[in-house]
């Protein structure tokens, strides 16, 4: 970043919060009177479900593998599948790429995942991913293009890195059961790798100015909602830094309603806004939703969350509310129990049950279960109080 707009950045970001709602805010609208609620034929509800970083080390790569060239990631998210499919829409972060087996499958620091992975996520209930972080160029410019192929193919939406310059202006808008969702992606810096020579346009990187103009653009297509996906902040921070708000707040004033946050590989908290222009009565930002599947170890790297946003539609005059926020609690088995050599998300809440309902986590992992659903519910619902689902 150059000095000129860090100095931009930090001349704002002190009085971001104002934007803010803090704890407790009510996500409904005024009330109505029964005469004045409109008909049921007149109303479209969904539900949106969000996760954080779709990470693929070496080691889940090497638990997945199952035949010479042939890997099986979907016990990865068995325990976790009806809390992603039961969503209308279904959307995460894919931090690795798709480069193929001549390049050799890689984790940290250059990730290359078999194709496999893909296959997992779409049987899980993945709509979209974003595809802009700071690993986007990790195996180059073939790394990208292939990645998108590989989506393309299975039916995947996607964002944040693109195959021409055309592609990139093509603002993302899917259709969820009768609302219109547009959906935006950047990132803070791709680990000091550049877009190749005369193709800035492959990877979305975090930039006022084009923020704005995409907005705009997003905002003439006349969705019902604007989504923007940052990959930003501080790693292991649990609070969003100066830089996260001074971009909050510039997208928030051009027009987006939600703003969902990876990169910091721990959990940040949810917080709702005022929104500027928009439909939805009030926005929401979820600063960072940690790491939803990875080999990372450390105490708050191995919890993550799905977080729900239900929305509801008002066909008669174009309103959109956000009815409720939740979120699930989720843990990362690694393989600690030889008989069952494969990373697991695991519903964070399976700690609350009286008999733990997965024999294969041995029962000396059982409190750190526990521990990372009271580590999400601290983080996360710090400024405002969210029910588990």
């Not at 969503?87 to 931090?95: K, V």
């Not at 202006?169 to 877009?195: E, F, P, Q, W």
């Amino acid at each position: 970043m150059n000095l000129i707009r860090y100095i931009f950045f930090l001349g704002f970001a002190a009085f971001a919060s104002e934007f803010f709602f803090g704890c407790g805010a009510d996500s409904a609208s005024a009330a109505q009177t029964q005469a004045n609620l409109p008909s049921p034929d007149s109303v479209v509800s969904i539900r949106i479900a969000a996760v954080g970083d779709l990470m693929c080390h070496a080691p889940q790569f090497t638990n997945a593998k199952v035949g010479s060239d042939t890997f099986d990631f979907r016990p990865c998210f068995e325990e976790v599948k009806s809390k992603l499919s039961s969503a209308d829409f279904t959307i995460g972060n894919l931090e690795t790429v798709l480069a193929g087996s001549s390049v050799g499958y890689k984790g940290y620091p250059n990730f290359n995942t078999p194709d496999d992975y893909l296959d997992a996520l779409k049987a899980v209930g993945f709509d979209f991913l974003s595809t802009a972080n700071n690993h986007s160029l990790d195996q180059g410019e073939k790394g990208v293009l292939r990645t998108l192929e590989k989506l393309d193919a299975y039916g995947i939406g996607h964002t944040g890195t693109h195959s021409s310059d055309q592609d990139r202006d093509s603002v993302r808008v899917v259709h969820v059961k009768g609302m219109r969702l547009a959906i935006l992606n950047y990132t803070y810096g791709m680990n000091g790798y550049k877009c190749p020579e005369g193709k800035p346009w492959m990877v979305n990187a975090i930039d006022t100015v084009q923020i704005k103009e995409d907005v705009k653009q997003a905002k003439s297509l006349e969705p019902d909602l604007v989504i923007s996906c940052f990959h930003w902040g501080n790693e292991y921070e649990h609070e969003p830094n100066a830089y996260q708000k001074a971009v909050a707040k510039v997208a928030i004033l051009a027009g987006v309603d939600v703003i969902l946050g990876s990169h910091p590989h721990v959990i940040q908290p949810i917080e709702k806004f005022k929104t500027h222009g928009g439909r939805l009565d009030s926005g929401l930002v979820v600063w960072s939703m940690g790491n939803f599947i990875s080999n990372q170890v450390n105490r708050y790297t191995d919890a993550g969350v799905v977080v729900y946003l239900s929305l509801e539609k008002n066909n008669l005059n174009g309103k959109v509310a956000l009815k409720s926020v939740s979120y699930t609690p989720t843990w990362v088995y690694r393989a600690y129990n030889p008989a069952k050599k494969i990373h697991v998300v695991v519903p964070a809440t399976y700690a609350l049950e009286d008999s733990f309902p997965l024999e294969y986590v041995p029962s000396t992992y059982h409190p750190k279960v526990l521990e990372a659903l009271h580590d999400t519910e601290k983080y996360l619902c710090k400024y405002m109080r969210i029910p588990r689902d």
